[in-house]
């Protein structure tokens, strides 16, 4: 069987792709936002500061998930989400190393 396309890839750079592409979307930003500023546990709220049908958030929400940025939990029927720190840490290193690299070659860019 033959590769695929993310076998020729670092383990970082398929991790850096996949936060990026479920960043890519306006939706799951204002959720990421939405729960960076409530600074605790969301079940439910999400859906009623958003201008997206609750399958649509649900959807974002999902995608959120599986890339690790937040993490869920159910309490009775309903799903409770919060900001993942460790993957925020992740993203916020190699941003710092982005960062660094360009004050670095602040000078000698063309």
Known sequence: MGATKTDHFTEQQNRMATLAKALGHPARIAIMEYLMGVDTCICGDIVNVLPL???TVSQHLKELKNAGLIKGSIEGNAVCYCIDET?????????ANVSRHLERKKNNCC
């Open 53 to 55: 049908a609750q399958p």
């Open 87 to 95: 993957v925020l840490q992740i993203l916020e290193d190699y941003f």
